[in-house]
């Protein structure tokens, strides 16, 4: 699986963002998916993940009522909504995808089947 990534950028304090993570290759819906994002000098942080079907999904403290996670699996494509942004969510997102939604909860630390590639995010104040 390839996944590309798309969709950041620079916005104000209150504004929104949204994501694409397009995957290529081997069949999508095989595979949990999820964004994850690391700030300058932080460690990564997951962000939210989603199950195969799609029909589950799960959200950081900090993504809980701004942010929607969502997948077609026809299009081979996971979204995440971005709303009410904050400067704390300034950082580099990528999206990923594992066999196991635990890994992409636990940011790879056990290692991640896919990444796609960092779309930066800047949010001013």
């Known amino acids: 699986v390839q996944l590309q990534a798309s969709g950041g950028g620079l916005v104000q304090a209150g504004g929104s963002l949204r994501f694409a993570c397009a995957a290529s290759?081997?069949?999508?819906?095989?595979?949990?998916t999820g964004w994850i994002r690391q700030a300058p000098g932080k460690e990564r942080e997951f962000v939210a993940a989603t199950i195969r079907s799609g029909e589950s999904t799960y959200y950081a403290d900090s993504a809980k009522g701004r942010f929607t996670l969502s997948r077609d699996n026809a299009k081979n494509t996971v979204y995440l909504q971005m709303n009410s942004l904050k400067p704390e969510d300034t950082a580099v997102y990528y999206c990923a995808a594992d066999r196991k939604l635990h890994n992409i909860v636990i940011v790879g630390r056990d290692g991640m089947d896919y990444w796609g590639n960092g779309t930066q995010v800047t949010v001013s104040s």
């Open positions: 290759g081997r069949t999508f819906n095989n595979y949990a």
